[in-house]
């Protein structure tokens, strides 16, 4: 295990179980999760393929369980996994929280997916409160285009006194993102890192600024690279320790050298939130 913490971010290089001993019941207000789906994925140190189904799921509802405890009682958690386990979560969550949305992270593919049958071209994410009466969602910081289809601004002449009607709405639960491919300005050498707009919405519905995210399964440490660029604090947890070391080198610019932790310049995305003005990605296309 190694750990290391700045700035309000927190690395935990360790097995899930592990690092969740660390962190304090009923402290998170937003919980990240994007576990190994169970589909043969190569992640350098674990294998993501169980000998049965149930072997996969009964690992995911042990940690599942550990990570609701960690919630405050206002919390939130995102949670994804592969299509074919997601509705075994979905009836495992729903005992303990309450489902919000379904949301289906859409993405086109200009690769051949499939020849005999229907490719594959989305994910799911269940989003997730421990009280529906008392929880955060910042509609307003993910407003996204309405898109009307007519040229000219339409007027509702059904209200006593006609309005222009809203050019903005609140995202419904299809999200359309683009993957993270090889050449992108925020790719890191992983398999499935998850894009920075994708946790952009997440993160800006279903925290405030101070507020503290947990993701246990943390990769590239994306959740904690957002994190930074919008004034949350984060742990992030990850047994790899190559995979580790990318996270405190894009979130703090930091690397080990010979044992010893380094200052590098921290690598300046193309596209890098921390020289836009936000909302930044794509934030306009979707809905
Ligand atoms: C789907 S990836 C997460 C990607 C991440 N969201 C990102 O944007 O880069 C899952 C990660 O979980 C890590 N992992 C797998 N088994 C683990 C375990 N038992 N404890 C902690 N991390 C684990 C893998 O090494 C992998 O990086």
Redesign the pocket.
Known sequence: MDIYEQKGHKFIQS??FEGLKLVQNDSIDLLFI???YNIGKN????RDKWDSDEDYLNWAYSWITVCIEKLKSTGSMYIMTSTQFMPYFDIFIRKQMKILSRIVWYYDSSGVQAKKYFGSLYEPILFCVKNEKDCCFNAEEILVEAKTGAKRKLIDYRKPIPTQYNNTKVPGNVWEFSRVRYRMGEYEN?P???PVCLLERIIKASSNRGDTVLDP????F?TSFVCEALGRKSIG????TE?YQIGLRRVLGIEEHKGKYIRREPKIYEHDLRQEQLPFFQVANNG
């Open positions: 097995d899930v994007d576990p190994r992640f350098r140190t674990t992983h499935s890192q998850k399964f943390s990769g590239t994306t947890i990850e047994i790899d995979y």
